[in-house]
């Protein structure tokens, strides 16, 4: 079975700061694995995704995660927080042959002036 | 283009009323996906149907949902006979084709229902 952790519900981080929201996952194939970002009364918005190819996987605004098998890790970074980064965050896994997503219970990230 | 669109964005409904969402995916994508995020929950998957193939109903959590697709057009999910628990936001999205990770999954703003 596959599963996702995010670890912190709540982040805040001062603006200019390091951004870094949390995710493990749990799986017996090698996985699939999303970040996707809820802004305010908008839905989800795909920021960035690992299909096996470079495990340090680039997005939009900025962010980037490394997929780290050993660690069975899938943290999303952004070197300089932006108060438009203020939003909920979503780790999620899909595994070859499923068709749907597995999400991670989110991190709503607050950016601090 | 369009996005996928989801009507109304909000309904509320007392206890034991039927409700119908509408999802409208984006135009030429095969596969449909509902999904329900409950308070302070992730999302919980509940059916998907890829064009006229049988969908995946696995994540439905009683026979009081159904959800139904007319080829590769719009979607309605049903809950008959609303209970409290219900309470959540619906999330609809589509994608080019199912089960290819590197095909996105491009969701709608949801609709939110309140049962009182």
């Known amino acids: 079975a596959q599963s996702v952790t995010q670890l912190g519900s709540h982040v805040s981080v001062s603006e200019g700061a390091l951004v870094l929201l949390r995710c493990n996952y749990s799986s017996s194939v090698p996985p699939y694995l999303f970040w996707y970002v809820q802004y305010p009364n908008q839905g989800l918005q795909l920021l960035l995704k690992?299909?096996?190819?470079?495990?340090l996987v680039k997005g939009i605004n900025g962010f980037e995660a490394e997929f780290k098998k050993s660690e069975t890790s899938f943290h999303l970074t952004k070197p300089s927080a932006h108060m438009s980064d203020a939003a909920e965050y979503f780790c999620a896994v899909m595994i070859t042959g499923a068709n749907n997503l597995f999400f991670g219970t989110g991190t709503r990230l607050t950016v601090i002036p | 283009g369009a996005g996928v669109s989801q009507s109304p964005s909000n309904k509320v409904t007392e206890k034991g009323k039927d409700v119908e969402l509408r999802c409208d995916p984006i135009?030429?994508?095969?596969?449909l996906y509902w999904y329900r995020q409950r308070l302070g929950q992730g999302l919980e998957f509940l059916i998907y149907?890829?064009?006229?193939?049988?969908?995946?109903k696995s994540g439905l959590p009683s026979d009081r949902f159904s959800a139904e697709r007319t080829g590769e057009s719009v979607s309605t999910l049903t809950i008959q006979r609303t209970q409290q628990e219900d309470s959540a936001v619906y999330l609809c999205a589509s994608s080019p084709m199912a089960g290819v990770p590197t095909d996105t999954q491009y969701f709608g703003p949801g609709t939110r229902l309140t049962v009182l």
């Open positions: 690992y299909t096996s190819a470079a495990t």
């Open positions: 149907f890829q064009g006229n193939s049988a969908p995946d």
């Open positions: 135009s030429g994508h095969t596969a």
